[in-house]
């Protein structure tokens, strides 16, 4: 009977022990930690999910990059408006107040810009965009900016230099053209005489007298392209002659050109001015009036730039036929 009891017993001892190792293997295949391959459903699953995701943060890095870009500009006068006349105050540099304040009578009220697209007519930018064009023919440039200064009659792109007033051809222009360029430059004058309220007596056209042709340059020459038009800069720190500053655009942003915008740098937003026929863009010299002009991306851009002093010492003449013809 004994031994019949030490049977059973160890017979329950096997017992136990293999439900114990049976435990223990299912245990082991429930905790089996290789990896199993995905099934074909499952892995264009996570590719769609992965491509939804990239989709996602590139749409969001596009739209953070332009606001960022839209932050920092802001368009002051849109080639799509007519624009009566519209002005921003703002606070002298002090170097331009040193400057000009020994100049009685041509002290602004206040330092500021204005633009308007009612002083000049549409028939008057005509001609003088026909002008530019018969003094730009006597150099064809291809790229970069060309500018032609009627008070000297340089004609240069900074690298290439000729005088239109020494050509032998002296077909370019004709009295009706300087007639022209003088009854513009004088509503240009009373425009800022009116709008900063200065005394016209006592301010005068300085050279140079400038129309400016803008094309396209290539980015492996504006590195060493000698006239960075695209770099910002005062008038009045590169000529402390220059107390007032004009630009009369003589064609369309969008539709003659593409690029070429007039960016005034301000300390958080920087103002744009889209150029418009016409439109006429007038400024104080200072440092309160920093700029600079985006590159010509396509197309050709022409403007004509008038530089006032209150200095009569570097006063010039209005350009006339007979230094032309001499």
Known sequence: MQEFKNRNK???????????????????VEEDPRPHPPSPDSRKIISLNVLSRAIVITSLLIVVYFSSKDDKMKIFARHTVFLA?????????????????KYEGCFPKECKRF???????????????????????????????????????????????????????????WIEDF??????????????????????????????????????????????????????????????????????YLSNYNKDFKGGR??????NVNKTIEPRKSRL???????????YIEKVTSGIKYIVMYFFTCDKQYAIEDPKMTKYLN
């Not at 160890?10 to 082991?28: Q, R």
């Not at 009116?194 to 020459?221: C, G, Q, Y």
């Not at 863009?281 to 700029?291: A, H, K, L, Q, V």
Request: hydrophobic content about 35%; overall charge negative.
């Open 115 to 173: 633009v308007t697209d009612k002083v000049i007519s549409p028939k008057e930018t005509e001609e003088l965009l026909v002008m530019a064009k018969k003094g730009f023919q006597q150099y064809d440039s291809t790229e970069g900016i060309t500018t032609l200064d009627l008070d000297s009659g340089a004609l240069t792109n900074g690298v290439h230099n000729v005088n239109i007033y020494q050509n032998k051809d002296k077909s370019a222009f």
């Open 10 to 28: 160890n017979n329950d001892g096997d017992v136990s022990e293999k439900k114990s190792v049976i435990k223990e293997n299912v245990e082991k």
């Open 262 to 267: 007039f960016v005034f740098v301000d300390e």
């Open 179 to 248: 007639n022209l360029f003088r009854n513009v430059k004088e509503k240009v004058k009373f425009a800022i005489v009116h709008h900063f309220a200065v005394e016209p007596s006592k301010i005068f056209l300085t050279r140079p007298a400038l129309f400016m042709e803008i094309k396209k340059l290539s980015s492996e020459k504006s590195k060493t392209f000698p006239i960075t038009y695209w770099q910002p800069h005062v008038d009045n720190d590169f000529d402390n002659s220059y107390h007032f500053t004009a630009v009369l």
């Open 85 to 101: 006349g519209k002005g921003q105050i703002l606070e002298c540099s002090l170097n331009y107040l040193k400057d000009i304040d």
């Open 281 to 291: 863009n007038m400024f104080t010299s200072g440092g309160e009036n920093r700029y």
